[in-house]
């Protein structure tokens, strides 16, 4: 049997006459076999480091230019680009109260009647400044208390106890 070198690996290996005849007996194994029908490219994740192949279609169908290693990458890399301002729905950043209590792990509990059912609770402002989004000046309540805070000086007095 003629010996072959492998045009994945370089390695020497034994072909049949039959194969070389019709073509084949170009791998040494199916593994280098697979290697050598790879048409893409090795690509450097943009976010991490790490190495990934890509086949052509994706290398020309890339609109940023920019390649990663997978979906948490690519979300990593978006995010960095359409947060705050630069966002499309982003209006002036007065509506963020709610996510500046649940960035800061405030506990979702009423102040007053200590319920925890999420689906009643409210951000509430204690200054009433809608525009004021500080830490210090929020806090969670449900609907209820809420209303009795707005409207009842006695609720309200009992809810600025809890603060202090």
């Known amino acids: 049997m003629p010996v072959v070198s492998c045009q994945s690996c370089s390695r020497s290996f034994n072909a049949k006459p039959f194969w ?9 194994s199916s593994a280098c076999h697979h290697k050598g029908m790879r048409m893409g490219k090795e690509i450097i994740c ?10 052509p279609k994706a290398l ?17 890399w978006r995010n960095q680009l359409y947060i705050g301002e630069k966002h499309a729905n982003f209006k002036t950043g007065e509506n963020a109260y709610r996510a500046v209590l649940e960035r800061n792990k405030v506990p979702k509990r009423c102040r007053l009647c200590k319920t925890e059912d999420i689906r009643v609770l409210a951000a509430h402002h204690i200054d009433k400044n809608r525009k004021n989004n500080n830490l210090e000046n929020l806090a969670w309540l449900c609907h209820n208390c809420h209303f009795l805070v707005h409207h009842y000086e006695k609720d309200r007095e009992a809810f600025m106890a809890t603060i202090v």
Do not use: A, E, H, W
């Open 46 to 55: 943009d976010i991490c480091g790490v190495p990934s192949y890509k086949q």
């Open 60 to 76: 020309l169908n890339s609109k940023s230019g920019k390649f990663f290693c997978g979906k948490s990458c690519q979300t990593r």
């Open 20 to 28: 070389l005849k019709k073509g084949y007996g170009k791998y040494c």
